[in-house]
């Protein structure tokens, strides 16, 4: 156990729909990042949160967002769902905001859209 | 186009042989990692190099950093079915901002 918890495991929906990935980072991590991982794209950053605030952005789609609240926790949100989105979500977390941190991470979230 | 290329893609050898994984880049980094990622679970990491030149051994594993920090290698000896995996090298560079970038990994299957 990472210490990273990911919900849920595995998720099938169908185009069009709305979902929402959940991540509680390790205890004591400030930093919580949002990665994808595709076997044709490989592991890809799509945002990063610390204490609350956006930090960093990557690849992230508009009909994604996310947000990190006070308790630390954060939420990954798709909408308007297409085939191209099924894939692993992967959440990380570290304790400090910027540099080459040391990432922990989750089991990840399997999505598969239908 | 990826900031940092692996290879090979793929690799399938006996239980016992030697092998070495490539992580190269045209920009420069100050530090890379790397990490290896079992099925149905997150990366994990190894090790972290920061030094151009280091050397960093863990067992059976040994990680270079080139000297003008674009390139890293990762080496197994005898390699064992427990090394089996995807391993992943990644860095921070100036030209994608402050996040850890990944390569797209070497997919390591090794046979008893």
């Known amino acids: 156990d990472s210490g990273v918890t990911q919900t849920p495991k595995h998720l099938i929906t169908a185009t069009g729909q709305r979902v929402t990935l959940r991540c509680s980072p390790r205890s004591g991590d400030l930093s919580v990042y949002w990665y994808q991982q595709s076997l044709d794209q490989g592991l890809q950053f799509l945002i990063q949160y610390y204490n609350g605030e956006e930090r960093a952005k990557g690849n992230i789609l508009e009909r994604f967002s996310a947000q990190q609240f006070p308790d630390l926790h954060s939420e990954l949100n798709l909408s308007s769902l297409e085939l191209g989105d099924s894939a692993l979500y992967f959440c990380?977390?570290?304790?400090?905001?910027?540099?080459?941190?040391?990432?922990?991470f989750g089991a990840g979230s399997r999505l598969t859209v239908l | 186009t990826q900031l940092l290329e692996q290879s090979p893609q793929f690799l399938s050898i006996q239980e016992g042989e030697n092998l070495t994984v490539y992580c190269n880049s045209s920009?420069?980094?100050?530090?890379l990692q790397w990490y290896r990622q079992e099925p149905g679970e997150g990366p994990v990491l190894l090790v972290t190099?920061?030094?151009?030149?280091e050397v960093k051994k863990l067992k059976r594993l040994t990680f270079q950093f080139g000297d003008a920090r674009k390139d890293s290698s990762l080496h197994i000896t005898a390699a064992q079915p427990g090394d089996t995996g995807l391993y992943l090298c990644?860095?921070?560079?100036?030209?994608?901002?402050?996040?850890?970038?990944f390569g797209k990994g070497t997919t390591l299957s090794v046979s008893s």
């Open positions: 190099v920061v030094t151009g030149g």
């Open positions: 920009s420069v980094f100050s530090s």
């Open positions: 990380a977390s570290s304790v400090q905001g910027a540099g080459a941190n040391v990432l922990t």
């Open positions: 990644a860095g921070v560079s100036p030209q994608a901002g402050t996040a850890l970038i």
